[in-house]
């Protein structure tokens, strides 16, 4: 477990773990889900969240798109919603 006090939201920070789900709706009716792999700092000491997405829409289905690596800020503004 990491926690990041420097960001200002420690204690959402704190919850971003490695097998952790978040997921955030788009206006598309698109739902797209993020599987944190693994939180570390890039070089210059900034922490990173690497994770999985996929995307899911009612008439579409299912797609699993890879890896992605957003700073660990980022990632909490984007991905707000956490999945059970």
């Known amino acids: 477990m990491y926690f990041f006090n420097m960001w200002g939201r420690g204690n959402a920070a704190a919850d971003i773990q490695p097998g952790n789900r978040f997921c955030r709706r788009r206006r598309d009716n698109v739902t797209e889900t993020a599987t944190v792999l693994d939180l ?45």
């Open 40 to 84: 570390r700092p890039d070089p210059f000491g900034i922490p990173h969240v690497h994770f999985t997405l996929s995307f899911e829409q009612p008439t579409l289905g299912h797609i699993d798109e890879g890896l992605r690596v957003l700073a660990l800020r980022s990632f909490i503004d984007a991905y707000r919603e956490r999945v059970a």
